[in-house]
């Protein structure tokens, strides 16, 4: 009697553990999601639009000579005649910083024998008076340059619009996020977060290596200043209600 009463008692001690397992299993599962962890995150931009105020003109000088020395010391010479008229323009010495020197040998049609040498000398030049880039630049030509790598269009301030323009793109990202909420039956809450991020494109202007045939006219230089396009743009993160 005394073994059926312990068998008894395990089968009710067996029950009792069987019932309580899928209680503790409900205790370990995830908590149901809360509606106030709820985001809608969008990308707004906006563009700004300016007229540049200063161009960054890429001038130098190339020559040629049968010896390295002869080469550079020709090349010294006319490239201090250039800095001189662009002085003589009214270009600061400080807007005047040395880009690019080089001298390398020249080759004949074999690819073996040196036949001489080719210095060149490259400056940019800022410009702060926009209207004079084509009188510049025909006059470094007349003074021995003949090479450039181009003209740069920038503003002299380059946060000009950006505050509005980061308002106007967190206003384009609201709108976006109103619909998306809209769309899901939620409302915008408070921001959560923002982040900005911007870049702009300034298209640059090029002419051919050899300019020497700038000086043969005598109209200036056509030069048209591009609009400038800075784009911003901006994440922001809201609470949906």
């Known amino acids: 009697m ?4 312990y068998i008894a008692a395990g089968v009710v001690l067996g029950t009792i553990v069987a019932l309580t397992l899928p209680s503790l299993a409900q205790d370990t599962g995830s908590p149901a999601p809360s509606t106030s962890d709820r985001t809608v995150t969008v990308n707004g931009t906006a563009t700004i639009k300016a007229k540049p105020d200063e161009a960054v003109i890429s001038l130098g000088v190339q020559t040629q000579a049968n010896t390295a020395q002869s080469a550079l010391a020709d090349n010294a010479t006319k490239m201090t005649a250039l800095i ?3 002085t003589d323009k009214g270009i600061a010495k400080d807007d005047i910083a040395t880009s690019y020197v080089s001298i390398y040998p020249t080759y004949g049609n074999n690819g073996m024998e040196i036949t001489g040498y080719q210095a060149v000398n490259q400056v940019d ?4 008076d926009i209207s004079k880039v084509g009188e510049i630049i025909d006059d470094s030509v007349k003074a021995g340059a003949n090479l450039s790598n ?9 946060n000009q619009g950006v505050d509005q323009a ?3 793109a967190v206003a384009n990202a609201r709108s976006k996020a109103e619909t998306l909420a809209g769309a899901g039956n939620a409302q915008l809450g408070e921001v ?12 640059p ?5 050899d300019m020497a045939a700038s000086s043969a006219g005598a109209a200036s230089t056509p030069i048209q200043p591009p609009t400038l396009e800075t784009q911003v743009s901006v994440t922001v993160t809201w609470a949906l209600t």
């Open 192 to 203: 959560v977060s923002i982040q900005e991020g911007s870049g702009a494109y300034t298209p």
């Open 2 to 5: 005394k073994r059926i009463g």
């Open 150 to 158: 181009g003209i740069t269009f920038q503003l002299s301030d380059q």
């Open 205 to 209: 202007i090029y002419y051919g290596r």
């Open 125 to 128: 030049v800022t410009v702060r």
């Open 84 to 86: 001189a008229a662009l």
């Open 166 to 168: 980061l308002a106007d």
